[in-house]
């Protein structure tokens, strides 16, 4: 069964870059016809698209995020990684990440628990 | 981008009441639309995809339609155990986008 787990700091200072990763067990992240991907929630808001990457290699990102968001994949450790740049009390959030597959109409199927990030001096 | 505008923001609905939330697209999404659950300190649970696709183990009184720009999620008869936020999400182009989520509250 694919299981999804985000890590990485919970308190990350104003300025500064945002550095989680999610570990995939279950399934390999290099499987055909799967998106990576992340999402976020404020506090008591509702939820983002951050952006997601392909198993190709191709990554797409929200053109509100773009200019500070890197999603990458590490095959070797079957990880996949955010980096959000520049970070502001508006970048506190719950942090998840999924997995779209062709074979649920292209929708997040698979979800880990979630990161909670906290940008505050 | 495309927007997608969810209403209501909220409802409160009694124990075996039929529900439904509409989900507008700004423009035509085909089928690429899902339906998520979300309760308190929980990730989402994908409910439905491509529309009207019921996901494996989600009771049947879930139900989607829709297609092109107007999409509604139905509860036939509503549970307290329905008591959680709900979210559309198109899938039809980047950037994806969810909509504003509806609240739903047992009376």
């Known amino acids: 069964q694919l299981q999804l787990h985000e890590s990485g700091p919970g308190l990350v200072k104003p300025s500064e870059t945002l550095s989680l990763t999610c570990s995939v067990s279950g399934g390999s992240i290099s499987s055909k016809n799967y998106y990576w991907g992340w999402i976020r929630q404020s506090p008591g808001k509702g939820l983002e698209w951050i952006g997601n990457?392909?198993?190709?290699?191709?990554?797409y990102y929200n053109p509100s995020l773009k200019s500070r968001v890197t999603i990458s994949a590490d095959t070797s450790k079957n990880q996949f990684s955010l980096r959000l740049s520049s970070v502001t009390a508006a970048d506190t959030a719950v942090y998840y990440c999924?997995?779209?597959?062709?074979?649920?109409?292209?929708?997040?199927?698979?979800w880990g628990q979630g990161t909670l990030v906290t940008v505050s001096s | 981008d495309i927007q997608m505008t969810q209403s209501p923001s909220s409802v409160s609905a009694s124990v075996g009441d039929r529900v439904t939330i509409t989900c507008r697209a700004s423009?035509?999404?085909?089928?690429?639309l899902a339906w998520y659950q979300q309760k308190p300190g929980k990730a989402p649970d994908l409910l439905i995809s491509?529309?009207?696709s019921l996901q494996s183990g989600v009771p049947s009184r879930f139900s989607g339609s829709g297609s092109g720009t107007e999409f509604t999620l139905t509860i036939s008869s509503l549970q307290v155990e329905d008591s959680a936020t709900y979210y559309c999400?198109?899938?039809?182009?980047?950037?994806?986008?969810f909509g504003g989520g509806t609240k739903m509250e047992i009376k």
């Open positions: 999924a997995r779209r597959s062709d074979g649920s109409g292209w929708s997040y199927v698979n």
């Open positions: 423009q035509d999404i085909s089928s690429w």
């Open positions: 999400l198109q899938v039809k182009s980047h950037p994806l986008t």
């Open positions: 990457i392909l198993y190709s290699g191709s990554v």
């Open positions: 491509a529309a009207s």
